[in-house]
């Protein structure tokens, strides 16, 4: 969290007072039997923000959801296996998180997912658009940079579209930074800040080193190692993997993040500020991660930019034309649809 946002003093004595009836999300995981699906449901599972969690894949759901509901936590679980039951899943939720989809090999790119992945999206929110248009919706699934347009296209096709409810999930960018800076600096990573603005694949994944808190100083040298090291960190996994699939725990944990941020400014907790990739004016780009202040309707205020060194406007410069061709082709794609 930002720290000029902190929250009033009066905040916290607000909350012990709140209604129970805050704490109720219903929330839904699409694409929950998979490898980040899994521990994503179990990090929700565990929270007492969630009441209900509805599980929606197309292969093993009632397993895992069998499994998940003999936790020993309030929320209830269920699970919804195929096409013809995820109308069911959808209805009454209040945030939906889409992680389905096919992960990295070794050798792929993020875009390399694009033709299987963009389908898989594409037909996932038009039913949420259908089934539960107010939810807020969180893409998990690669290549953000295009499904993000892709979801915003298709809500925009049912005349349901709100922009500040779509939300492109780049939180572990900025877990991932947080945790190469505390390890540098000996620092504890809870207590590290790094916005990383921008989009979600490689060079156009821009860690603003310059805004850590607390405030942090590298030689050059370093400093690209670093920012090479967190673009390229879904790599480093996917190698390390060698096969056997991409970042999933680390990505699940920051799904999780990032939703449990998301329903906290729902709840009405003040000073809630994260990165996503959403909608955007900040940059001619027509989306653009920036840190967002949350509340209860969505995105309550994007805090923009704010001020860079040289090296970082140098990399937004470079991160431009990339990102608006992977715009683009996300737009393209639901424009051809059938």
């Not at 930002?2 to 007072?17: E, K, T, V």
């Not at 963009?118 to 940079?145: D, F, G, Y």
């Not at 879904?234 to 993040?257: I, N, P």
């Not at 967002?292 to 140098?314: A, H, R």
């Amino acid at each position: 969290m930002l720290s000029a946002l902190a929250r009033p003093a009066g905040a916290a004595l607000r909350r012990s007072f709140s209604t129970s009836a805050q704490n109720n999300a219903k929330v839904a995981v699409l694409g929950a039997s998979g490898g980040i699906g899994q521990p994503l449901s179990l990090l929700l599972k565990n929270s007492p923000l969630v009441s209900r969690l509805t599980l929606y894949d197309i292969a093993h759901t009632p397993g895992v959801a069998a499994d998940l509901s003999h936790i020993e936590t309030r929320a209830t679980v269920k699970g919804y296996l195929g096409p013809e039951q995820l109308p069911d899943c959808l209805k009454g939720c209040d945030v939906v998180v889409i992680p389905a989809g096919v992960p990295r090999k070794p050798g792929m790119t993020r875009d390399d997912l694009f033709n299987t992945n963009a389908t898989i999206v594409a037909t996932l929110t038009a039913a949420c658009a259908q089934h539960c248009p107010e939810a807020m919706i969180c893409i998990i699934s690669n290549p953000v940079n295009s499904t993000i347009p892709i979801t915003a296209e298709v809500f925009k096709k049912h005349g349901v579209y709100n922009p500040n409810k779509i939300f492109g999930v780049t939180t572990l960018d900025i877990v991932r930074a947080n945790a190469f800076v505390a390890e540098l600096k000996d620092l504890d990573p809870a207590r590290v800040n790094v916005p990383v603005i921008g989009g979600h694949a490689g060079k156009t994944i821009i860690p603003l080193i310059s805004q850590c808190t607390p405030k942090v100083e590298f030689p050059q040298d370093q400093l690209t190692t670093l920012t090479g090291r967190i673009q390229e960190a879904g790599t480093e996994v996917v190698k390390a993997k060698a096969g056997a699939g991409s970042a999933t725990l680390s990505m699940a944990y920051a799904g999780a993040r990032f939703v449990f941020s998301l329903v906290d400014a729902m709840n009405g907790k003040e000073g809630v500020v994260e990165c996503s990739f959403v909608k955007s004016q900040e940059t001619d780009c027509p989306y653009f991660s920036t840190p967002l202040l949350l509340g209860k309707k969505g995105i309550e205020k994007n805090l923009g930019i704010g001020k860079v060194s040289p090296f970082e406007e140098k990399m937004i410069a470079e991160a431009i034309p990339e990102l608006k061709a992977s715009i683009k082709k996300g737009e393209e794609f639901v424009k051809n649809m059938k």
